[in-house]
């Protein structure tokens, strides 16, 4: 068994690791104190990414546009990127379920995606439902060559600045989950209304509620077959938790590397609090959790690029990734104690960032109970 990451992916980290230091750093102090940054400027620095460093559509297969190198090396970019508390992803990549695309949707959508001309918003979460996709109360009824989509989505990422919504709605509510639909809906359609942003305890991210009365959509918009949402999403949703769980591992080093060396510095009754055993001690099972993290999350991504079913790994990746990110970003802030709580410390704004995870894309409560019914088969329900 060889661990070492492939040549071509360690010139792609190199890569994202030299735009990391050289565009993401210098925006570092002023991102803190404003827990954002300006919306225009990241479309630039994703087009900076593309154009000057190569990260760009790294998923994608070449015959689509993309760089075709697979999960393994979306994670690995994407820890290094995300040792920037500002959250920075890669441009050009199609939400999985964007390869259902019909042949008339192809370049007005995954087309336009991968080009960089137009960006998506993935709409599932509602008021009264998070993971369970058979709870949807937006429903989509059939009128003539229409839809009319009528409810309410909530926490949905990035949709005040997106071209069109990735919409999950109920097409026949008596059948729950079996009778959901996805649907393609343009920013501008009549009956589609962005409420307002959320604010939220984490940095550079503010999700938004939308509201749907009277939706007219046409049947051509619609993205796959009627009622098959439900294979879908779970096809999507491993791909996001396992590029979710590698965000984990950037935040985790990148707050160990700080409290390691605050700690060789930072001296109380003159000596370096690197000398005290709580301190070591606390250091030490960061370094222990994130390395079973990594391993964890990389030989996911590995056979997933084998084209392996990794909808059980990706539960166990991001459950543990999630909440290894949750107690290391709590130890270094203890490491280093009142300045780690200052406002213009790293370490503080991941450690409400990461808090987001342990929720987003499936709770931890929901990976467990999906990891025993893996293991317990039918005695689990």
């Known amino acids: 068994m060889n661990f070492d990451l492939p040549e071509d992916v360690q010139q792609l980290v190199a890569r994202a690791r030299d735009f990391r230091e050289q565009v993401l750093a210098p925006l570092e102090p002023q991102f803190l104190a404003d827990g954002n940054v300006p919306w225009p400027l990241r479309p630039r620095l994703q087009a900076q990414a593309r154009d000057e460093h190569g990260l760009w559509a790294i998923d994608v297969p070449q015959e689509h546009g993309g760089l075709g190198m697979g999960q393994l090396a979306v994670c690995a970019v994407h820890e290094e990127l995300n040792?920037?508390?500002m959250m920075f992803e890669t441009g050009g990549a199609p939400e999985p379920v964007l390869y259902h695309c019909a042949p008339h949707q192809w370049d007005a959508y995954f087309g336009a995606v991968v080009s960089g001309d137009k960006r998506s918003a993935y709409a599932f979460t509602e008021p009264g439902t998070g993971s369970d996709l058979g709870a949807i109360q937006t429903t989509a009824v059939r009128d003539g060559d229409d839809w009319v989509i009528n409810g309410q989505k909530l926490f949905i990422g990035l949709a005040e600045r997106?071209?069109?919504?990735?919409?999950?709605a109920s097409t026949d509510p008596a059948r729950g989950a079996r009778g959901v639909t996805v649907f393609l809906l343009d920013r501008g359609t009549p009956g589609y209304e962005v409420v307002r942003t959320i604010p939220t305890m984490g940095d550079a991210w503010d999700p938004c509620e939308l509201r749907f009365e009277d939706c007219r959509v046409p049947d051509s918009q619609r993205l796959g077959a009627v009622d098959e949402g439900f294979a879908t999403a779970d096809h999507q949703l491993?791909?996001?938790r396992l590029k979710i769980a590698s965000y984990q591992l950037g935040i985790a080093q990148r707050c160990i590397d700080l409290a390691v060396a605050w700690a060789q510095e930072r001296t109380t009754w003159g000596r370096p609090i690197a000398s005290r055993q709580a301190i070591q001690f606390m250091l030490a099972d960061s370094a222990v959790e994130l390395d079973a993290a990594r391993l964890l999350v990389y030989r996911t991504a590995w056979a997933a690029d084998r084209g392996d079913d990794v909808r059980t790994e990706a539960f166990k990746a991001k459950l543990f990734a999630t909440e290894m990110a949750q107690r290391v970003t709590d130890r270094c802030l203890?490491?280093?104690?009142?300045?780690g709580y200052a406002r213009d410390s790293p370490v503080q704004?991941?450690?409400?960032q990461v808090r987001l995870w342990r929720i987003g894309h499936g709770t931890a409560e929901i990976h467990r109970w999906m990891i025993a019914r893996d293991l317990l088969g039918e005695a689990a329900s």
């Not at 997106?162 to 999950?168: A, C, D, K, Y």
């Not at 203890?334 to 300045?339: K, L, N, P, T």
């Not at 704004?349 to 409400?352: E, N, T």
């Open 238 to 240: 491993s791909h996001g």
């Open 83 to 85: 040792k920037h508390p």
């Open 334 to 339: 203890q490491v280093f104690g009142g300045r």
């Open 162 to 168: 997106v071209e069109f919504l990735i919409l999950f």
């Open 349 to 352: 704004s991941f450690f409400r």
